[in-house]
Antibody, heavy 125, light 108 residues
Framework: QVQLQQWGAGLLKPSETLSLTCAVY??????????WNWIRQPPGKGLEWIGE???????DYNPSLKSRVTISLDTSKNQFSLKLNSVTAADTAVYYC??????????????????WGKGTTVTVS | SSELTQDPAVSVALGQTVRITCQGD??????ASWYQQKPGQAPVVVIY???NRPSGIPDRFSGSSSGNTASLTITGAQAEDEADYYC???????????FGGGTKLTVL
């Protein structure tokens, strides 16, 4: 049973850098059909996709956050990380890490986030 | 604004059928996945692809897609289905993932 355990600083001041790490336990980390994602949820609001990194280290980011976001991989530790710089109060949210799974069925590809971390509350104040 | 549009709130009587929709141009090319989120918890996938349920998801949950609209149907809604539901797919450029704004389901 794969589990994602995430951690990082929960209270930041404006202009500081948010740094979170997500560790993968109980399963392979480097399969080609998995991509590692970060998602956030401001208080009382919906989910916002932040970005992802695949097993080769290729990244994709939400265009609205791209200038401030870096997602990286440490395959030796089965971990991936999120850095968001120059934070403001608008970055206050619960941050989740999640595994995106690719499934192929008769040349059609499906994608879904099948494993999630418990979430880390980050407050910028 | 979100490029995947969901109704903010939907209600259903206990035991009845409810459909939650997600609209967006990208859905003409990409399948959506659907997530259930209860207060204080991480989201859980309930439907992905054409109409696939992960292990452990009750068969009262089903999915469909037509044109620019993806739908999640709950047939015989239960009290425990009361939650927020989010669709996820690609944005209109096809280059990035995006979530719909979410639908709050109330079971009466």
């Amino acid at each position: 049973q794969v589990q994602l355990q995430q951690w990082g600083a929960g209270l930041l001041k404006p202009s500081e850098t948010l740094s979170l790490t997500c560790a993968v336990y109980g399963g392979s980390f480097s399969a080609y059909y998995w991509t590692w994602n970060w998602i956030r949820q401001p208080p009382g609001k919906g989910l916002e996709w932040i970005g992802e990194i695949n097993h080769r280290g290729s990244t994709d980011y939400n265009p609205s956050l791209k200038s401030r976001v870096t997602i990286s991989l440490d395959t030796s530790k089965n971990q991936f990380s999120l850095k968001l710089n120059s934070v403001t109060a608008a970055d206050t949210a619960v941050y989740y890490c999640a595994r995106l799974r690719e499934v192929e069925a008769t040349f059609i590809y499906y994608y879904y986030m099948d494993v999630w971390g418990k979430g880390t509350t980050v407050t910028v104040s | 604004s979100s490029e995947l549009t969901q109704d903010p709130a939907v209600s259903v009587a206990l035991g009845q059928t409810v459909r939650i929709t997600c609209q967006g141009d990208s859905l003409r090319s990409y399948y959506a996945s659907w997530y259930q989120q209860k207060p204080g918890q991480a989201p859980v996938v309930v439907i992905y692809g054409k109409n696939n349920r992960p292990s452990g998801i009750p068969d009262r949950f089903s999915g469909s897609s037509s044109g620019n609209t993806a739908s999640l149907t709950i047939t015989g809604a239960q009290a425990e289905d009361e939650a927020d539901y989010y669709c996820n797919s690609r944005d209109s450029s096809g280059n990035h993932r995006i979530f719909g704004g979410g639908t709050k389901l109330t079971v009466l």
